[in-house]
């Protein structure tokens, strides 16, 4: 037997989802950011799951794109002995829904990974990410599935 709290959870989740448009626009992100949460990765039987990644391409890593969070370039993109190498990063954190794919990718020196942490601040709050749509759309269909449709 199917938890109900599971199917109650669902039902809210899916409630906050039919709220947004279509086609996303600014006024849609905080909610469908915190919809993709990873909190949210349950489906309606209370089953974990994990969304697809595309990973990251394999390019190499030329420069710390320090610039495009903050409008400063890194100092060291001149002389890369004193850059170090460069980590692979996101512009809305793994940890809060982000994908590994696409606009949400950074190429960041060692220094400007670190200080820019886990925080939002690289984030652009003016564009609404490519990724987002098919990623909610994903993640709705993942919770869905199998359940019956008078359920939610």
Not at 46 to 55: A, D, H, N, T, W
Not at 73 to 99: F, M
Request: hydrophobic content about 40%; glycine content about 8%.
């Amino acid at each position: 037997m199917v938890n109900q709290n599971w199917i109650s959870r669902t039902k809210i989740w899916n409630q906050q989802y039919l709220r947004l448009n279509d086609s996303l626009d600014i006024a849609d992100l905080p909610l469908a950011l915190a919809l993709v949460h990873p909190n949210h990765w349950v489906d309606w039987k209370g089953e974990e799951f994990k969304l697809s990644e595309e990973g990251w391409p394999n390019q190499a890593l030329l420069n710390c794109e320090f610039d495009v969070i903050c409008g400063i370039p890194c100092a060291w993109n001149a002389d890369k002995r004193l850059q170090g190498k460069l980590h692979h990063d996101h512009r809305w954190p793994e940890s809060l829904g982000g994908p590994k794919s696409g606009y949400n990718l950074l190429s960041l020196c060692a220094n400007h990974n670190w200080a820019k942490g886990n925080g939002l601040w690289g984030f652009d709050w003016g564009l609404v990410p490519k990724w987002l749509g098919p990623r909610l759309i994903e993640l709705r269909d993942r919770k869905l599935h199998g359940i019956d449709p008078n359920q939610v």
